[in-house]
């Protein structure tokens, strides 16, 4: 079974650093286009930071400067990087990854969420 788990949320204080895991799992062929996203309580799911499958990357604006997102294909793993991290940081952080079932076939699979809370 095909699975994609993310790991490393945590209760922080202000001004802390997070690392986050994307794990996928099962039989599986490489991970390929690889986004971090979050949702905080009355707000609307937005995207925080992707990796594409080259080593590309895309930030959100709140993210630059503090997050870093980076991956380690021999582990079929994506890291995102959080320092500095603020209150307003405070979400359920997803991830989507695109991920090989086959030699020539890709899906999309979306973890469960791992909660991320910044507060003294």
């Known amino acids: 079974q095909v699975q994609v788990l993310e790991s490393g949320g945590a209760l922080v204080q202000p001004g802390g650093s997070l690392r986050l895991s994307c794990a996928a799992s099962?039989?599986?062929?490489?991970?390929?286009?690889v986004g971090w996203y979050r949702q905080a309580p009355g707000r609307q799911r937005e995207v925080v930071a992707t990796?594409?499958?080259?080593?590309?990357?895309n930030y959100a604006d709140s993210a630059k400067g503090r997050f870093t997102i980076s991956r380690d294909n021999a582990k079929n793993t994506v890291y995102l990087q959080m320092n500095n991290l603020a209150p307003e940081d405070t979400a359920v952080y997803y991830c989507?990854?695109?991920?090989?079932?086959?030699?020539?076939?890709?899906?999309?699979?979306w973890g469960q969420g791992t909660q991320v809370t910044v507060s003294s």
């Open positions: 989507s990854a695109e991920v090989g079932v086959s030699t020539l076939k890709t899906d999309l699979y």
């Open positions: 099962g039989r599986i062929f490489g991970i390929y286009f």
């Open positions: 990796i594409a499958s080259g080593g590309s990357t």
